[in-house]
């Protein structure tokens, strides 16, 4: 009986088991969401996430894009993953209204699959300098560079080599629905779960061999950026890596002015790092940084020498202008806002002119020690001194001091001190 009991309580287990299949054996899409400039962080974010999807043995990772483009170096990064990716990447510009720009359409081209959202559009993929004006031979070298490669990536992945030249040269551009039609693209959808059910059954060919999706039981997992990245995605924003330079410099500026203040100091080197890591992302033009240097030196020098403001003035025409050199790159998105650099340029004359104000204030104070400070006291004569008697004593600020008058002193009498010489202080009646 209690056989039988066993074997009925297996079968209806195996039933259940069969009814229900278990969602842990139901393979994972990876949805990853890139939006904004490609950089360094972005790279990073992605190649994490592809690396992850590796080990989980995922059935696609889809990156959700919309960028205006950024760096090559990032962008060639992230291509040479996604063509490396053991994983099938699909590329889905979305939602409507964003746009793979510039870097964007390499990275749409390099995808196993790629899919647009309709109000969506791709291209402009020209080159730009990223750190001042490139000579004619220059240009022409960068240009056919960027044309062989994103022909390459057309020929590797079947899709429209032609169009994807004059992206980059002519910086063509085209909508989602042009775009399928040109075969830029692999599918038209309208959202997320039309692109998963339209990927299903689609085959794609990755690094081990060909292999055919399979989209429609597989479990979607929205990956979001973690702080770091996040962290790090801000700070490379040059708006705010030349706040923290400002930040930094108005740091070290109070620290210099006021040795061991020590909070300026620390502030001011922890946001000067940080803005460093943000230029190694961003196209420096080393002479507005040099400028904005040298506005630092003339500051500093307002405080040491006597130049009636014309260094004050120097150092903000210095800072103005470095300011809108330091990121020089026809790109808008790696251009600083020019209502970013006013109110930085105002605060940082600001701090200068408070400290001049408050160096001439303290230099005007009267000691509060020291012999000098003994000058315009008022103590007691102790004896009778001045005029034809000798020497006399008086008592001031606690202490005895011999004391001299041009007038008659009577002991007891109040004496106000007009000089002190040495040890010797001349008095006279107060």
Known sequence: MANLLRRLLLLAAAILIQAFPSHSSAKEILYVKAEGVVNPVMAGYLLDNFEDAAERDAEAVVIQLDTPGGLDLSMRDIVKAMLASEVPVVVYVAPAGSRAGSAGVFMTYAADIAAMAPGTNIGSAHPVSMGGEMDETMAEKVENDAVAYIKGIAAKRGRNAEWAELAVRESKNITAE?????????????????????????????????????????????????????????????????????????????????????????????????????????????????????????????????????????????????????????????????????????????????????????????????????????????????????????????????????????????????????????????
């Open 178 to 430: 042009e775009a399928l039609k040109l075969g830029v693209i692999n599918i038209l959808a309208a959202g997320r779960d039309e692109l998963i059910q339209k990927l299903d059954g689609m085959k794609v060919d990755t690094i081990t061999g060909e292999r055919a999706l399979s989209t429609s039981g597989s479990r979607v997992v929205e990956v979001e950026m973690d702080l770091r990245y996040r962290i790090l995605g801000a700070i490379s924003n040059p708006n705010v890596a030349y706040i923290l330079m400002i930040l930094g410099l108005i740091g070290i500026y109070f620290e210099l002015s006021n040795p061991g203040a020590v909070y300026p100091g620390v502030i001011g080197a922890v946001s000067l790092i940080l803005a460093f890591y943000a230029f190694q992302t961003l196209p420096v033009n080393y002479a507005g940084f040099i400028l904005i240097g040298l506005g630092v030196v003339f500051f500093i020098l307002e405080l040491m020498i006597v130049s009636y403001g014309l260094l004050a003035i120097a150092g903000v025409v210095s800072l103005f202008f470095g300011s809108l050199m330091l990121f020089d790159s026809p790109a808008p998105y790696f251009r600083i806002s020019i209502w970013v650099i006013l109110p930085a340029v105002i605060l940082m004359t600001a701090v200068v002119i408070w400290a001049m104000l408050y160096a001439v204030r303290v230099h005007r104070r009267r000691p509060v020690s020291g012999a000098d400070l003994l000058v315009g006291s008022v103590g007691v004569a102790s004896g009778d001194f001045g005029g034809d008697e000798l020497d006399g004593c008086v008592y001031v600020e606690g202490e005895y001091w011999n004391a001299v008058s041009d007038v008659p002193v009577k002991d007891g009498e109040k004496v106000r001190v007009v000089e002190v010489r040495g040890l010797l202080l001349k008095v006279t009646k107060a």
